[in-house]
């Protein structure tokens, strides 16, 4: 028989290695990498939150100062200087000769110019002119009104029926309208210029008594 063992060789499991203390340098790494990260997280933050603040800034300026809005004229405060009527007779048929002072005033309510063309502005009683002046070509400064002085004188001549004249000169009041129309361009940051046509469209009724007052309205 084979020679008997009998000193058995007992196995031991290894002792698990023991786990070494991270140097100081290995910690600064990682605080580093750490620091690094958080750094970037708020760069990105910073990025995303610019880029929402220009794109609010961006889309308030285009909706603001960035839209063109078409200018306004309007007659201003009318002053009579020479009122002649008469109501009509057998012998005449009514008629008037009128003439007050007013302004033509051009309303920009724009962040840049307005340039306008000359034009006239005409006087009518019932579709038909009785009087007309002339705008001189001009320009409204930003957010600003043009202000302009002009004579006006109206009168009956041309006047083919005098009917509903006669029954208005009776009455007391002499109802005119007022056309106008400006052609221009509105300038932008010196770089974009935009075409625009302010139009006026007024009424005019004119009190024949003492006090000779005009009641105006525009649209």
Same mark, same amino acid.
């Given at each position: 028989?084979?020679?008997?063992?009998?000193?058995?060789?007992?196995?031991?499991?290894?002792?698990?290695?023991?786990?070494?203390?991270?140097?100081?340098?290995?910690?600064?790494?990682?605080?580093?990498?750490?620091?690094?990260?958080?750094?970037?997280?708020?760069?990105?933050?910073?990025?995303?939150?610019?880029?929402?603040?220009?794109?609010?800034?961006?889309?308030?300026?285009?909706? #603001? $100062?960035?839209?063109?809005?078409? &200018? %306004?004229?309007?007659? !201003?405060?009318?002053?009579? *200087?020479? /009122?002649?009527? @008469?109501?009509?007779?057998?012998?005449?048929?009514?008629?008037?000769?009128?003439?007050?002072?007013?302004?033509?005033?051009?309303?920009?309510?724009?962040?840049?110019?307005?340039?306008?063309?000359?034009?006239?502005?005409?006087?009518?009683?019932?579709?038909? #002119? $009785?009087?007309?002046?002339?705008? &001189? %070509?001009?320009?409204? !400064?930003?957010?600003?009104? *043009?202000? /302009?002085?002009? @004579?006006?004188?109206?009168?009956?001549?041309?006047?083919?029926?005098?009917?509903?004249?006669?029954?208005?000169?009776?009455?007391?009041?002499?109802?005119?309208?007022?056309?106008?129309?400006?052609?221009?361009?509105?300038?932008?940051?010196?770089?974009?210029?935009?075409?625009?046509?302010?139009?006026?469209?007024?009424?005019?009724?004119?009190?024949?008594?003492?006090?000779?007052?005009?009641?105006?309205?525009?649209?």
């Amino acid at each position: 028989m084979g020679e008997q063992i009998t000193n058995q060789e007992q196995v031991y499991p290894l002792a698990p290695a023991s786990k070494m203390p991270r140097s100081d340098e290995e910690s600064n790494t990682l605080q580093s990498n750490e620091l690094r990260r958080k750094k970037r997280i708020k760069l990105a933050i910073y990025i995303a939150a610019f880029a929402v603040f220009q794109t609010i800034v961006i889309v308030v300026f285009s909706l #603001t $100062v960035m839209k063109v809005k078409t &200018p %306004k004229v309007r007659l !201003g405060t009318i002053e009579l *200087k020479n /009122v002649t009527t @008469t109501a009509g007779t057998q012998a005449s048929s009514p008629s008037f000769d009128i003439s007050f002072t007013t302004q033509v005033r051009v309303k920009n309510t724009n962040f840049g110019p307005y340039k306008y063309d000359s034009s006239n502005a005409t006087f009518l009683y019932q579709g038909v #002119t $009785v009087g007309e002046i002339f705008i &001189p %070509k001009g320009k409204a !400064g930003m957010l600003s009104t *043009k202000k /302009v002085g002009v @004579t006006v004188s109206v009168n009956s001549n041309a006047l083919t029926s005098t009917t509903s004249l006669g029954n208005e000169l009776g009455a007391g009041t002499l109802t005119l309208n007022s056309q106008a129309k400006l052609s221009g361009k509105v300038e932008l940051m010196f770089v974009m210029k935009k075409k625009k046509s302010a139009q006026m469209i007024c009424t005019l009724s004119i009190k024949l008594n003492a006090d000779n007052a005009v009641d105006l309205k525009c649209k």
